[in-house]
């Protein structure tokens, strides 16, 4: 069974606008899926579609193999969801608002208690687990809210932009706790960010979302190949070719496509990887002085850019 499956879901709004528009896409268990996009670009609405919160103009979608439609509250025992400004009980200590929300999920008073200990320790919470919420900085609200959709071991855990408003080292911690999640718990993560880069860092296959539309879904490698051909090699090094004096202008060096990009600078254009080989075997025969060779690869940004400004090109 797929964690989830969505076929053909539409969300539109009072007033004819589009939030979510036809929409397919499943998640395997264990994943950690990103679903990136700017703001308005339709995450949180598809979010609140999968967790029964809102219903969908058209489609459907399952969540472990459940409607949100027509068993939410089956839904809700089975997910947690983090959003990007945390809601719990401010007159409440962290602990006590673990405790709540445990015991309102139908757990046992000793397994609850155990649990948010636990978690407060994982979150670096501890020393606040007493104090009222209140108190809580906005780094923590957001830590204690991460606990709060943990305490009752949910099957998928919905993040939307779970890093927002925390310092870098608690980031990184919440960071590791969503990959020991999914790695050691089996645990499926729908994180949704506005957030390219951190997505690259963190997540292991992606969906690519514009004005509500999934412009691409898989993995990174699966992304640059079927956004860009061929592979571009960085090489520094000296006596590369002494037909190459101008920056930014292209050549043909030893039969391959070359751009100098800066002082003892260039960057080849190869078909594949097979071929970097070849290339360093004929720079080096050519008398080239080689002290760097890498291959530039497509970030996740570049990719996602070139799939928004096909589509521009396309409705052109």
Request: contains cysteine; charged residues 25%; aromatic residues 6%.
């Amino acid at each position: 069974m797929q964690a989830v499956t969505i076929e053909k879901l539409s969300k539109v709004y009072p007033g004819g606008k589009k939030a979510v528009e036809d929409l397919n896409l499943s998640l395997q268990k264990g994943e950690v899926f990103g679903f990136l996009g700017p703001n308005g670009a339709g995450k949180t609405t598809t979010i609140k579609m999968l967790t029964g919160t809102l219903a969908p103009s058209g489609g459907e979608c399952r969540v472990l193999g459940r409607n949100p439609v027509s068993e939410p509250e089956k839904v809700h025992a089975s997910c947690g969801v983090v959003t990007e400004h945390a809601q719990m009980y401010g007159n409440l200590t962290g602990l006590q608002n673990l405790f709540f929300y445990g015991e309102a999920f139908g757990m046992s008073r000793d397994d609850y208690k155990k649990r948010a200990r636990k978690l407060l320790e994982e979150l670096e919470l501890s020393e606040a687990g007493d104090r009222k919420l209140s108190a809580y900085s906005t780094g923590m609200r957001q830590r204690l809210s991460l606990a709060r959709a943990l305490i009752h071991r949910p099957g998928i855990l919905f993040l939307d932009e779970p890093t927002s408003g925390l310092d870098p080292e608690s980031a990184q911690n919440v960071n590791r706790m969503i990959q020991s999640l999914a790695r050691d718990e089996g645990i499926t993560v729908f994180l949704c960010t506005h957030q390219l880069r951190y997505a690259e860092g963190i997540c292991s296959r992606f969906g690519l979302l514009e004005h509500g539309r999934l412009l691409a879904d898989g993995t990174l490698e699966t992304l640059r190949r079927q956004v860009f051909s061929g592979l571009t090699v960085c090489v520094r090094g000296t006596n590369i070719s002494g037909e190459i004096s101008q920056t930014e202008k292209r050549n043909t060096v030893w039969g391959f496509d070359c751009l100098k990009t800066g002082p003892d600078q260039f960057e080849f254009s190869i078909g594949q990887e097979e071929e970097i080989p070849k290339l360093v075997r004929a720079l080096v025969e050519g008398g080239s002085n080689l002290y760097q060779v890498a291959v530039k690869t497509k970030s996740l940004e570049d990719i996602y850019f070139a799939l928004t400004e096909k589509g521009r090109e396309v409705s052109a």
